[in-house]
């Protein structure tokens, strides 16, 4: 599982003093720290910084606090030497961080939405394969996606390139997989999708047949033939028809 950072859970303790002319800008930033679910390694940080600069923090998996200038160092051994000091900043690694997180994953880390899947023909980038496959995944959540190239079974490493995961901006991802290759009689070629949300893998077929929407265009064509060599049989009978019935008058 990646690691869950600190954005996810963070409060920002501002404080600002202000003077005649100049300001003076304190925050405190706090974060939570876990790589599992079952939180075992929380962990607690809480910044201290002024005027952009961090002159000390305190780490739960320390206990204690870390100076960084020499007004940090002075406030560290202070705190550090506070067993009531360093308790109450302890607390907050189940008062604040586990009870926040474990509201984090029913309802927000656990989520997933499974890719939609296709693979469609394209032009190949190079000469050096006459044909080229991309297998494009679409809509799924979260990040963290493995697209794989099949023949016959047996994964290609070769020729293949794929794009970055690419957000959407509506908290879905999609990715696309480009195979160049030279095709071969009889032969199954696969994309394989490895998601969060699809831990069996998802395997999709290319389907060599003609797309659907160019044999609807095929079929379109071949009816209006078929029905213009009709109406044009039909035009052939008919005058024949005439003929044969007319009537010869001699002139004068």
Not at 53 to 73: A, C, P, Q, W
Not at 118 to 135: F, N
């Amino acid at each position: 599982m990646s690691t869950l950072y600190s954005s996810c859970i963070r409060a920002l303790i501002l404080l600002t003093v202000l003077s005649d002319i100049d300001g003076y800008f304190l925050h405190f930033q706090r974060e939570c720290r876990y790589t599992s679910k079952d939180l075992h390694d929380i962990e607690f940080i809480e910044r201290r910084i002024f005027n952009k600069l961090e002159y000390g923090r305190y780490n739960s998996s320390l206990n204690e606090f870390i100076g960084y200038t020499e007004f940090g160092v002075y406030n560290a051994e202070r705190l550090n030497a506070d067993p009531a000091a360093l308790a109450s900043m302890l607390s907050n690694r189940d008062g604040y961080c586990k009870s926040n997180a474990e509201k984090y994953y029913p309802n927000m880390l656990d989520k997933t939405v499974e890719p939609s899947v296709e693979i469609v023909s394209s032009h190949p980038a190079t000469s050096k394969h006459p044909a080229m496959l991309v297998c494009s995944a679409y809509d799924f959540y979260p990040q963290g996606i493995k697209v794989t190239w099949l023949r016959d079974g047996e994964e290609v490493t070769s020729d293949v390139t794929s794009t970055e995961e690419l957000a959407d901006g509506d908290w879905y991802y999609q990715i696309h997989s480009y195979l160049e290759y030279t095709p071969k009689s009889g032969e199954t070629i696969s994309c394989k999708v490895e998601h969060s949300s699809v831990p069996q893998g998802k395997v999709v077929n290319w389907d060599s047949s003609m797309p659907e929407a160019e044999r609807n265009k095929v079929i379109i064509g071949a009816s209006a033939l078929v029905l213009g060599l009709i109406i044009t049989i039909a035009g052939v009978v008919y005058y024949k028809k005439k003929s044969t019935g007319r009537i010869l008058v001699p002139s004068s």
